[in-house]
């Protein structure tokens, strides 16, 4: 088999599976995660109400490291996310990853398979994560967000979380491999109600762009929080630079 295979999980294992057994791995290792961050990251959240206790949502986090997505296993809802494909390559890794609720997607053309995935995966009632803005980012800047999250949410009729995470690009930014025991900081803001459809049922691109504005601005409020209750003071201001060209 060739090393660039991608081994994507089979049957119902992108919902990290339904049994017993499953379910307690999962409880396990994002029990684990959580400890983890606690001691090394001090990590602290704000806005733990704003989690729906029931019924699906799209968690839209920024997106400054590899840290973002174990550091959400503060959540009390089990998760679902995307990966990128590279990291389903060793059968090994992808069978943890797929058992934590991951499943792969190609960055290299539209992947309707893992975005139909994502559907599956809300129309069953349960959270998935988005990082809104795709791929890692550097710096206290909102860069302009990708479609996916709000499309989703669009396509499901349900709420976007957005979340902001100060200093987890000081603990391990992207390009560097060291982890660095710095604050961490979230802050987990008020679910946005998705874009409403058409009469027709086909979706708005209008009101898919108007919330799309709406979550940058707030993910950059969130974001900017978060960064100074982490004491990391390099914050985006918008009287000193201007926000980045869309």
Excluded at 171 to 186: D, L
Excluded at 213 to 230: G, H, M, P, S, W
């Amino acid at each position: 088999m060739s090393q660039d295979t991608v081994h994507r999980p089979e049957g119902d294992g992108f919902s990290a599976g339904e049994g017993l057994a499953a379910r307690a791995g999962y409880r396990f290792f994002q029990t684990l995660a959580w400890l983890a961050c606690k001691v090394l990251f001090r990590l602290s959240v704000e806005g733990k109400e704003n989690i729906p206790e029931t019924g699906a949502f799209v968690l839209a986090p920024v997106h400054r490291s590899y840290l973002d997505t174990p550091m959400l296993s503060w959540c009390p809802r089990r998760l679902r996310f995307m990966g990128k494909d590279s990291m389903w390559k060793n059968r090994a890794s992808a069978w943890f990853l797929s058992s934590m609720g991951g499943f792969p997607v190609s960055r290299d053309q539209a992947d309707r398979e893992a975005l139909q995935t994502t559907i599956e995966v809300i129309d069953r009632g349960e959270p998935a994560v988005l990082f809104a803005e795709g791929e890692r980012k550097r710096g206290p800047r909102i860069y302009p967000l990708k479609d996916g999250a709000v499309y989703v949410a669009a396509r499901c009729g349900v709420p976007i979380v957005p979340v902001g995470i100060g200093g987890s690009e000081a603990a391990m930014p992207k390009g560097r491999n060291m982890i660095h025991p710095v604050k961490v900081h979230m802050v987990v803001g008020k679910p946005i109600p998705a874009p409403p459809k058409k009469e027709s049922g086909r979706i708005s691109r209008k009101a898919v762009q108007q919330t799309s504005l709406e979550l940058r601005e707030t993910l950059q409020e969130l974001f900017d929080r978060a960064q100074v209750r982490c004491g990391n003071r390099n914050v985006y201001d918008p009287a000193v630079e201007p926000p980045p060209m869309d």
